[in-house]
């Protein structure tokens, strides 16, 4: 009785073991795979090379004058008062998304100067600047 | 004069929780047969105090006094009565005061349900709900008392705010609140029962109702937000992975997975330090969230005060008492052995096991996303979020195995079991989900390769839960749970699989063509309403056999300034039409997005019928004790 | 032993994690919408408190050089708390321009002559526009403008801290 006892509990540490292994595996590969990094245009400007398979996102200021609209798609630029990017989405915007107010944008970068987004993140009130955002131009 | 009354009831409060914490710990260690009068009577002393601290708090916010910094900060004499009220939780000050109430109430009612318990089981329960307790009145009176004032008296408020004026915004929190803090409960029993060494069956039948009643708080908290992230935000959804989201969701994942592991407890007396683990790790993960949520240190689109004083408190408040269970289990471990039973690898035991196993799995996976950007920020300094794709690529591939046990594992006997050899009518199930699912999946181009498994398990189980309403195996509580949570998880992977949406920028009188649909913008009628600017949209969407028309409206208020959009979205049995738009700039062009949802309603309505499943269990366990 | 040897190493994983978290309460996360570089519109007329004469906001400010901007209330607890470093600044001969917010004047007037006036000029902002267009979220509020540009280079939210004083000061100094 005591044998079967035994073989059961060590069967049992056995599988837990091999799940969790298991689980820190995909867990850490999928984060590879679908982590978002954040990146102002300046950052862009310095990258040496240019993945045109990751996903990432870009804050900064919508410039003035920038908005240009057609059926589809809409165009901006992305500033950080140092260095520019030109935007193009095609989807909803948020409210508040206007010439002069901080924005961020999530897409995969073309070239180092165009990013085709598919997302622009929303925001709740005026007060509420994507900390993202703050950093971004603080830092420059 | 509410403000002094709230104040001073406060500091009553607290040394109420003083007297309490040293005079039950001197009790614990006397042997007494009989509680103390004194101890409950204090309790309640206590309870009314925060109370009429409450009542106090609801009162200033009511008759807009704003010589009260959290009214004078967060109401506005024009805002509507009910958002007046709900504004008094609505904010972090008051929220914690609500959170503070919460605590006590449940301790005063476990104190009058539990008489039949051992006396030093109570007295240490008592014990650490009051370091609880006091914990949470510090943390208030230094860092976030809602009655601060200001001199001179302002005459109008600050906080006029229309975003945060919706229905279900306002029952949201408290409600979310009653499970979050159920499961303190649930954490000073389980300490108590450790020490006391009365964790076994008759502990897990008493305990089972707290933790029924938190979760049943937590899945309708849970439910009601992201009907608020549906209706209200109009991002067209109902669960975006926020962190906010996911901070009430690893509780209650842990919840879950406690919930049918009491049950072993109860039944076969087993698994008791899984338990006590289970029960630790939930407190945690609910008071965590209170700390992630309230902190500011979560980069998310809900954002709260954010004063780092606070944060700290929380954080160290919240080590200090898991770094407090950790010891006490470690050092009573002994009185915790179960005595070994046999158990056999075929048994309900094993099937819950494995539920166990999934949810944690599941919840590994949501602390890791949620706060790994954390982590990462401050080891490397890069700022990395974590999108939607990380949980469906852990997620939705571990729901075929979860959904294949979910099946036939609940229906398993206690301690050994035969795998059946061939039952029929599950076979003609089986056959009949596969033909369902072709006649699903035959209209859709997207064939991706999970979604074929996924459709026909979620319907088997489905099925099956159904076919189980009726055998005698179960209890109908769990009957309907099951059943809920099946057609929940079937009405997602649905709701997932055939969902479209249409973005595009269109001028007054233009029309566009969508799948089989033409979208038309008839017109965009401007007036002035009360203390806002009204931009109401007419579109109509045709196709051969039907049409409907939509009215989305965009608001814009001047104070403070904002700009809301309001989708308008037509509900039917079988599916949602949602639109909203919204403004660009000045040359004609509006932003429009449409979504056609299908089974939406159903996502709502199984996720109360799960809710109703536990409410039946708990209200039939309260029937049998009278 | 073995049990010894579990229980410290959780005891050990769990402080870790508290200094991590602890760690990133202090990874600076702001909120505000400063509108840094941003221009000012000067196009606007203002009140001032003690005499009720209306001007424009531009004759304040100093076109050649940097100039303070103060957003105060006489209800404002914090207000009071930094009046002391505004009346710093005055005997440091840097004048400092108040915007009194959404305030009863007779109350303003109170305020003033009971701490002193650290202000060279002050104007009201009854409805609490005024501040809007300075970018301000809040009271205190201390704002350095560039009067050339008319762009905001330096904002302190909340109340001024003797180290701000100190870097207004050196502010003023490196441009003159």
Known sequence: MYGKKVKFRALFIFLILISIILSIFLVTKSLEENVVYFKSPTDIKNFTEVKNTEKIRVGGMVKKNSIKINDKEIFFIITDFKNELLVNFTGSVPNLFEEGKGVVAEGILKDKSFLNADKILAKHDENYMPPEVSEALKNN | ?626 | MKKNIKFISLLLSLIIVFIILLKGLNVSKDYSNEKLNSKIDFSFKVKKLFNDEVINIEDLFNQEDLSVVNIWASWCVPCKDEHPNLMQLKDMNIKVVGINYKDNPKNAKNFLNLLGNPYSEIITDKDGTKSIEFGAIGVPETIVINGKTKSIIKKFIGPLSNENIIEIKSLINEKT
């Open chain 2, 1 to 626: 004069m509410s403000n002094y009354f709230g104040n001073y009831s406060l500091y009553i409060a607290l040394i109420a929780s003083i007297y309490l914490i040293i005079k039950s710990y001197i009790d614990t260690n006397i042997n007494i047969k009989n509680l103390n009068k004194n101890l409950v009577l204090i309790t309640s002393v206590q309870t009314v105090m925060i109370i009429i601290s409450f009542i106090s708090l609801v009162v200033a916010f009511i008759i807009s006094d704003f010589s009260n910094e959290t009214v004078f900060n967060n109401s506005h004499t024009l805002k509507p009565l009910f958002y007046k009220i709900s504004g008094s939780w609505g904010n972090h000050e008051g929220s914690l005061l609500l959170w503070l109430l919460v605590l006590s109430v449940f301790l005063y009612i476990f104190l009058l349900k539990s008489s039949s318990q051992n006396i030093k089981y109570r007295l240490l329960t008592l014990l650490f709900q009051q370091i609880i307790i006091s914990g949470f009145l510090i943390f208030i009176l230094l860092t976030s008392n809602p009655f601060n004032t200001v001199f001179p008296i302002p005459s109008e408020g600050l906080g006029l705010n229309p975003i945060l004026q919706d229905p279900a915004l306002a029952i949201h929190p408290p409600i979310l609140y009653f499970g979050y803090v159920g499961t303190s409960i649930i954490f000073s029993t389980s300490l108590a029962a450790v020490v006391a060494g009365n964790i076994g069956d008759s502990w897990a039948k008493h305990i089972k109702s707290w933790v029924l009643v938190s979760w049943i708080f937590l899945t309708i908290g849970i439910l009601l937000g992201s009907i608020w992230a549906y209706y209200e935000l109009g991002w067209g959804g109902f669960w975006f992975w926020d962190p906010v989201e996911n901070v009430s969701l690893m509780p209650w994942f842990c919840l879950t997975a406690l919930l049918h592991t009491v049950i072993v407890l109860e039944k076969r007396n087993l698994f008791k330090e899984w338990t006590i683990i289970l029960s630790i790790t939930t407190f945690s993960l609910s008071m965590s969230g209170t700390f992630l949520v309230r902190s500011g240190i979560l980069n998310s689109i809900h954002t709260f005060a954010n004063d780092p004083s606070r944060g700290i408190f929380i954080l160290s408040f919240l080590f200090v008492l898991v770094i407090m269970s950790v010891t006490i289990f470690f050092f009573n471990q002994k009185k915790l052995t179960s005595t070994i039973k046999n158990s056999f690898i075929i048994s309900k035991e094993t099937a819950i096991l494995v539920n166990n196993w999934f949810m944690m799995f599941f919840l590994s996976v949501v602390l890791v996303g949620t706060i790994y950007p954390i982590f990462l920020e401050v080891l490397n300094g890069s700022k990395i979020s974590v999108g939607p794709p990380f949980y469906h690529n852990l997620l939705i591939p571990f729901l075929i195995p979860f959904l294949v046990f979910m099946s036939f594992g609940p229906s398993l006997k206690w301690i050994k079991d035969k795998l059946k050899k061939f039952e029929y009518n599950l076979l003609i199930i089986f056959l009949a989900s596969i033909l369902i699912s072709y006649f699903i999946l035959i209209n859709t181009e997207k064939k991706f390769l999970l979604s074929v498994p996924l459709i026909i398990l979620s319907f088997y189980l489905l099925l099956v839960t159904i076919n189980d309403f009726f055998n005698k195996k179960s209890s109908l509580s769990q009957k309907i749970s099951h059943f809920g949570f099946s057609l929940l998880i079937t009405s997602i992977l649905l709701n997932g699989l055939f969902s479209n949406e249409f973005n595009a920028n269109m001028k007054v009188g233009e029309e566009r063509k969508f799948n089989d649909k033409v979208i038309k913008l008839n017109s965009v009628n401007v007036r002035d309403i009360d203390n806002y600017k009204s931009l109401k949209a007419n579109f109509e969407i045709k196709n051969q056999n039907s049409f409907i028309q939509l009215s989305p409206e965009v608001r814009i208020y001047q104070q403070p300034f904002t700009i809301t959009s309001e989708a308008d979205i037509k509900t039917t049995l079988f599916s949602d039409n949602f639109l909203v738009f919204n403004i660009l700039k000045d040359d004609g062009y509006y932003n429009v997005r449409y979504q056609y949802k299908p089974v939406m309603i159903w996502i709502w309505i199984s996720t109360i019928l799960i809710s109703i499943g536990g409410l039946l269990s708990l209200i039939k366990k309260n029937e049998k004790k009278y």
